[in-house]
């Protein structure tokens, strides 16, 4: 009879042996110590918890966190009276955690440990951050400025679902467009695939498109680091997050809809870096500047500035912030959120627990500001003491949802602030659009059309103060398209300007609740720019083209 040894089995059932009798050992030391045993051999490690112990640490002190639940973190160790151990519980305490330590077996750790080769590539703080820092990721934002180059590592990282956790394609997917300077992210599922879209100088511009199994775990992580509910799928949803980044906090407001085929979702990312343009850059034209410069220095008073959303109207006033702050002024801000942190000014962001830009603006006035911003005046009674406050010694900035500078007054007068008041407090009714800028390095000088030389006749026949008109009235650009412009022919963008300022005839109009047409009318003689105007000259000037302001604006009155 011939005996058969088989190695490979007696190794595993050594190793089983082993494995057994270590975790015998520690079920007794478990009793011995008063600590609960956990085997992690057949536990769910939660990578959130897992990651708030360094690999390194974990590994010396022989420690892994294992689960979180709020600020409740659960740890296993190897030997919960070691030194290090101690040192790692003391450590997450300080963060404001929880620690409940559990004894556990070295298998059990191998187990655990295994798991950080699958953590993202980014840290997501208990606050809501997202910070990307691994070094790939930052080589996208750094280097990747064409958009070709971005659809290519989209469509790598969304195409290797086996490779790359959820976590990372979200990083991606945001990388790029931070990479390319996008406004929006859009994610809009149909039928049987996903499209990725990025808003670009204002403009939606296709990306890639990819599958709906990868979308289902995007979109489930997407509400996790937004703070909303994973299981409401019917109705629509509104979260932010934060990226940390070399530049500063990019604020991220995330907005999701129920739709035909799943929930779609827009992310609206306020990078600092395109906030932050100082008041000469924004492209007011300098005798609107001069005066609205003029107004700021004096100690009281309202401007405000309108549009629709994305018309760039926060930019203006923050640019207005950073023009007036001085060490001598006291300067509060009620944002809805903080999109640009300057130093030396309160901001106050306003919140969905009853702290409102109503509430804001009446603790503000407490404060003994000098300046006062309030983002938006939504509501009559924020309109009425925003006017009061312009009358008592402060100089007020605030923005309102008008279709131009005209409508500014009426819109004021529906919110049931008197009409009485607002001649005394409005010093500046200012309207604006962004349009693209064309990239320099691919415009092509061409005539205009018969239908564009009629506008532009019309339009410059219309400047009240001649000596605004532009010298060159027979030419203009057209966009082309190259790779530094991702072949759009257009790169950045610019405002056009139009304003009204308070004067008697202004002031009769409103007294007697005048519309937006008889609000024009009066400011006739003032000599400004109208919106239309402005960028007709810009357009001659070579800064936009005409397909872009008639894409912005109406031409036809």
Request: charged share 25%; glycine share 6%; net charge negative.
């Amino acid at each position: 009879m011939t005996i058969q040894f088989d190695d490979e089995k007696d190794k595993q059932r050594y190793a089983d042996l082993l494995h057994k009798e270590e975790e015998d050992l520690v079920q007794l030391l478990s009793a011995k110590y008063g600590v609960e045993y956990v085997n992690l051999m057949a536990t769910n490690i939660n990578t959130d918890a897992l990651r708030l112990i360094n690999e390194s640490e974990a590994r010396a002190a022989k420690v892994a966190a294992f689960a979180l639940i709020d600020k409740k973190i659960k740890i296993a160790a190897r030997n919960p009276e070691d030194e290090a151990v101690r040192k790692i519980v003391q450590d997450l305490t300080t963060k404001d955690l929880q620690p409940e330590l559990f004894i556990t077996s070295t298998q059990s750790l191998e187990r655990a440990w295994k798991a950080y080769k699958d953590l993202s590539f980014a840290y997501e703080s208990r606050a809501g951050s997202l910070e990307i820092s691994n070094e790939e990721i930052s080589q996208i934002i750094d280097k990747a400025k064409d958009m070709a180059t971005i659809i290519s590592i989209l469509n790598e990282t969304t195409g290797a679902k086996k490779s790359y956790r959820v976590s990372r394609i979200l990083e991606t997917i945001i990388a790029g467009a931070l990479a390319v300077d996008a406004s929006d992210i859009h994610l809009e599922p149909e039928e049987t695939y996903v499209r990725l879209r990025y808003r670009l100088d204002g403009v939606l511009q296709e990306v890639i498109q990819f599958d709906n199994e990868t979308y289902a775990l995007l979109l489930s992580r997407i509400k996790l680091i937004s703070g909303m509910k994973l299981n409401l799928k019917k109705d629509s949803q509104d979260g932010r997050f934060s990226i940390r980044l070399s530049i500063g906090d990019v604020e991220v407001r995330v907005s999701v809809l129920p739709g035909a085929y799943n929930e779609s979702i827009v992310m609206r990312l306020l990078n600092p870096k395109s906030i932050g343009v100082p008041l000469e850059n924004l492209g007011i034209h300098p005798k609107l500047l001069e005066i609205l410069i003029r107004e700021m220095n004096r100690p009281d008073g309202m401007i405000l500035t309108t549009g629709p959303t994305g018309s760039g109207k926060t930019t203006t006033l923050y640019a207005f912030l950073k023009r007036v702050h001085t060490p001598e002024v006291k300067i509060i801000t009620i944002e809805d959120p903080i999109e640009y942190h300057l130093p030396g000014i309160v901001q106050t962001q306003v919140n969905d627990k009853g702290y409102n830009f109503l509430e804001g603006l009446r603790a503000a006035v407490r404060q003994d500001p000098d300046i006062i911003m309030v983002g938006e005046i939504r509501d009559g009674e924020t309109a009425s003491i925003a006017i009061n406050s312009a009358l008592t010694g402060h100089l007020v900035f605030s923005t309102l949802h008008t279709n131009d500078a005209g409508g500014t007054f009426p819109r004021l007068i529906d919110l049931g602030v008197n009409p009485s008041v607002i001649p005394s407090a409005l010093r500046v009714a200012m309207a604006q659009r962004l349009v693209r800028k064309l990239c320099p390095f691919c415009r092509r000088e061409d005539k205009p059309n018969e239908h564009e030389s009629s506008e532009i006749t019309a339009t410059i026949a219309a400047i009240e103060d001649r000596t605004l008109v532009p010298e060159n009235q027979t030419k203009l650009w057209r966009p082309v398209g190259c790779d530094r412009c991702n072949h759009t022919g257009y790169k950045g963008r610019i405002g056009i300007y139009e304003a009204i300022l308070m004067n008697e005839n202004i002031e009769k109009a409103v007294s007697m609740s005048a519309s937006d047409r008889e609000i024009w009318q009066a400011a006739k003689g003032q000599g400004l720019l109208t919106m239309k105007q402005d960028g007709v000259i810009k357009v001659l000037s070579g800064i936009t083209s005409m397909e872009e302001l008639e894409r912005v604006i109406s031409l036809t009155d």
